[in-house]
């Protein structure tokens, strides 16, 4: 038997390593096209990527600083954060929050009023706690490019420093950068988030104005009581109703609030009510095809109201403002709404026939029976 040597183990590890190395490799390097940005090309490529983002802006950040003067370079990168939320992008920003040798005065952004503006914006903030160092300088857009490097976002850098920077056009590196983000031992900024509480029933007009074709076509309204989904009724109502107080077709909407304001239990917690919330949201948007929407990794969702066009009939917010059967069923409410729309016609729900109810609003004959009658002992318990 021959004696094994040293010399033969180097050799045989050696072996075993040069074989691995190319799969090694393989599982490593992922296929990217790169562009380099270093010094003062990297400013200008920033802002590009900010002002053509579509769906996600994330930045991860040692350093922003903001001194007080107004054009300063990093206040307009903020301001592109900002506009970027206007367009319905999701930003996201993860803080240092750990410093030695700076002036903390001038650099600590969460220290500065520029916080509480991109916070009103509905930009996500995450904070590294005081204790840990988060040393990045990244920048992922869209979930594809990462420009990733040593420039900071401050004057000095932008306009001064020698910085090595790279644009990185890679799905695959951006999804693995964005991973090891989540997992970041951070917090995120409370002082902006909205009350837990029903605020999309309060402050609402006494009336609203609905389009006709909701109740006379049957794909929408009812469609929602054949499916018993009263759910994405009351919602959409809701929707209605926020968009006519702000006088606006396209909004964030927290969706905490939405949950509570729809009769959720308060005791349920914020990701049930979420994951109810989204359901609905996206019911509206695919079945019934009257909201587009978008959700992002905060907690708002982007919702725009597609106009249904034609005449409109008022309703009482108090059909609004009902969100459960003890108030008023769906059934009352949709024959409550039908009588308002009669109303315009200057017909009095008690002069049609349930024929016509029926073949007119597209209910079926026994559900609108009930809701007569549950119409006239709703009516007997108001008088």
């Not at 021959?2 to 074989?19: D, N, Q, W």
Request: one cysteine or more.
């Amino acid at each position: 038997m021959k004696k094994i040597t040293p010399s033969l183990i180097i050799i045989f590890v050696t072996c075993i390593f040069t074989s691995f190395a190319p799969l090694y490799a393989q599982e490593s390097f992922t296929t990217a096209q790169v562009r380099d940005i270093s010094n003062r090309a990297y400013e200008r490529a920033v802002i590009d990527l900010l002002d053509g983002a579509k769906e996600s802006i994330v930045v991860s950040m040692y350093v922003i600083s903001l001194p007080s003067k107004k054009n300063n370079p990093i206040r307009l990168l903020l301001e592109d954060l900002i506009e970027a939320r206007g367009r319905g992008v999701s930003v996201t920003l993860y803080l240092n929050t750990r410093f030695r040798d700076i002036d903390k005065t001038k650099i600590r952004l969460i220290e500065n009023p520029a916080l509480k503006r991109l916070e009103d914006a509905g930009c996500v903030i995450h904070l590294m706690p005081p204790n840990r160092t988060l040393h990045d300088k990244l920048v992922i857009v869209d979930s594809r490019y990462v420009v990733e490097g040593s420039t900071n976002w401050t004057i000095s850098a932008l306009r001064n420093n020698f910085e090595s920077a790279t644009l990185i056009d890679s799905p695959e590196l951006a999804k693995t950068k964005l991973l090891r983000l989540e997992l970041l031992p951070v917090s995120t900024k409370p002082q902006t988030e909205e009350p837990r509480g029903p605020l999309y029933t309060e402050n609402i007009a006494e009336t609203l104005n609905i389009p006709k074709t909701l109740l006379e076509d049957k794909k929408y309204f009812s469609q929602m009581l054949t499916y018993q989904d009263r759910r994405s009724m009351d919602l959409y109502l809701m929707l209605l109703a926020h968009s006519h107080i702000t006088d606006k077709k396209e909004f964030f909407v927290n969706m905490e609030s939405m949950g509570i304001s729809l009769g959720m239990p308060d005791t349920w917690n914020d990701t049930d009510i979420r994951r109810k919330v989204i359901v609905s949201l996206k019911t509206l948007q695919s079945q019934y095809k009257v909201i587009d929407v978008r959700f992002f990794h905060g907690k708002d969702a982007w919702v725009e109201i597609i106009d249904i066009h034609g005449d409109s009939f008022t309703i009482s917010s108090s059909l609004i403002k009902a969100t459960s059967d003890k108030e008023l069923s769906m059934r009352l409410k949709f024959i409550l709404m039908i009588k308002a729309f009669l109303k315009t016609e200057g017909k009095d729900i008690g002069s049609v026939s349930t024929s016509e109810i029926t073949k007119r609003f597209h209910g079926k004959r026994e559900t609108v029976k009930r809701a007569l009658r549950d119409l006239r002992k709703y009516e007997g318990n108001v008088e």
